[in-house]
């Protein structure tokens, strides 16, 4: 399963890498037959969200660590670097760009985003 990787350098400055999921096949709920998953991470916090038409932000650090995974509508996300990436139904970004200066994000079309977001780690920001 591949997924966006959103980091930052020393210097703050984000940068997209494509990367995968490692995975393997695995017992999950038996008694139902094995699947492809990956290892379990902790989630601190899960919550969805509603960009809508129309809307762009500035540019933004990530609040915390956190996986996005687009329900429906697109985005574009500009990285520090100026790399640009679109989203739509279905992608999965790991935003990592925390400390640095971050991302802006822009809503595409006429349609409102509506993503599920999933912060890594703790319930506290990192």
Not at 33 to 47: D, K
Not at 108 to 118: A, E, F, K, T, W
């Amino acid at each position: 399963m591949h997924y966006i990787h959103l980091t930052e350098d020393a210097d703050g400055v984000s940068h997209f890498e494509d990367r995968a999921f490692p995975m393997a096949i695995g017992d999950f709920a038996p008694p139902a037959p094995a699947m492809w998953l990956t290892e379990t991470m902790a989630a601190g916090q899960c919550l969805f969200l509603t960009l809508p038409a129309g809307w762009g932000g500035a540019q933004h650090p990530s609040p915390r660590e956190q996986i996005g995974i687009c329900l429906s509508g697109r985005v574009r996300v500009e990285a520090g670097d100026g790399e640009t990436r679109e989203f739509g139904k279905g992608a999965i970004w790991w935003m990592a760009d925390t400390k640095g200066a971050g991302h802006t994000t822009t809503v595409l079309g006429d349609d409102d985003v509506h993503m599920c977001i999933v912060q890594l780690g703790s319930a506290q920001k990192s």
